[in-house]
């Protein structure tokens, strides 16, 4: 299993959860900053760590949900090419 073989929904799920958690690490990351925390802090520099994982966690989630939908629309095209030749996917004759 990957990330290509999760539905939409699934992948949107995940999408939201991940999201969410990194905007919590994201705000505690800047409340710590008004704090005036050290950025040599070992714990300060794993929440920003965290906060950026997140963050490239989305967006590949994202890019997956693209070619998801890039691939369906591909293969919708190909369905209607097939269908006005009058062949099915294989070239067999309808």
């Known amino acids: 299993m990957d990330l290509s073989t999760l539905t939409s929904e699934q992948r949107q799920e995940l999408l939201q959860a991940v999201y969410e ?11 710590m900053a008004a704090q005036h925390w050290p950025d040599v802090d070992p714990f300060y520099a794993v929440v ?26 591909a293969g919708s095209a190909y369905d209607r090419l097939y269908a006005k030749l009058g062949r099915d996917p294989k070239g067999r004759v309808r």
């Open 48 to 73: 920003g760590a965290a906060h950026a994982a997140g963050q490239r966690v989305v967006e590949t989630i994202k890019a997956a949900e693209q070619e998801a939908w890039a691939r369906a629309a």
């Open 21 to 31: 958690r990194s905007e919590w690490f994201g705000k505690l990351r800047e409340r």
